[in-house]
């Protein structure tokens, strides 16, 4: 499900996916952070889903985990 080329054609499998995405009004991520920044299998996926339909004017909500001492981190 990770692999894709982005730069052309993309997975079968993926359509359902996109279908979904494209329907909905809003996203919830919440995901452990990754040296400051998302994981890259969530920036992978942002990366598969067509542009600009799949989050054009659609409400987010960003939640990461940091674990211990490093919470304090993100501020």
């Known amino acids: 499900m990770l692999e894709t080329d982005l730069y052309g054609k993309r997975s079968s499998a993926f359509e359902p ?4 995405v494209s329907q909905a009004d ?3 991520f919440v995901a452990p ?4 920044s998302i994981p890259g299998a969530l920036k992978l996926f942002i ?3 067509t542009f600009p339909i ?3 004017h659609k409400k ?3 939640s990461d985990c940091l674990p211990g001492d490093m919470a304090t981190y993100a501020g």
Do not use: A, R, T, V
């Not at 996916?17 to 979904?20: N, R």
């Not at 952070?33 to 400051?36: D, S």
């Open 47 to 49: 990366d598969c889903c």
């Open 33 to 36: 952070e990754y040296n400051g």
């Open 17 to 20: 996916i996109q279908q979904k």
């Open 60 to 62: 987010l909500h960003w």
């Open 26 to 28: 809003m996203f919830i």
């Open 54 to 56: 799949s989050f054009y």
